[in-house]
Nanobody
């Protein structure tokens, strides 16, 4: 069973930075997972903001975070990061990482495509 655990959330002022981590365990040696970052603000749908394909290293971003957020990893089967710079109040949300062992992506995939999810970490950006 795959487990994903997010950390690194917190409260920052607008213009600040945070780095989220997604610690993973349980992937097999055959898995080449896609890891995605999502966020959900109160009263809004869960939004895909970035993903990384471990099979080819490709990364994708939502327009809302492009140029400000960076997804990275040393080993996608153990840890994936989301560096968030120039944070805005509208970035306030619960942030989730998700993973899937068989998904193949050519852009951001919707939440329903991912099999495994973390519990989420709160990010609050004040103006």
């Amino acid at each position: 069973e795959v487990h994903l655990v997010e950390s690194g959330g917190g409260s920052v002022q607008a213009g600040g930075s945070l780095r989220l981590s997604c610690a993973a365990s349980g992937w097999t040696s055959f898995d080449e997972p896609v890891i995605g970052w999502f966020r959900q603000a109160p009263g809004k749908e869960r939004e895909a903001i970035s993903c990384l394909s471990s099979s080819d290293g490709k990364t994708f971003y939502a327009d809302s975070v492009k140029g400000r957020f960076t997804i990275s990893t040393d080993n996608a089967k153990t840890m994936v990061y989301l560096q968030m710079n120039s944070l805005k109040p509208e970035d306030t949300a619960v942030y989730y990482c998700a993973g899937d062992p068989t998904l193949r992506v050519w852009g951001l995939a919707p939440a329903g495509e991912y099999k495994y999810w973390g519990q989420g970490t709160q990010v609050t950006v004040s103006s």
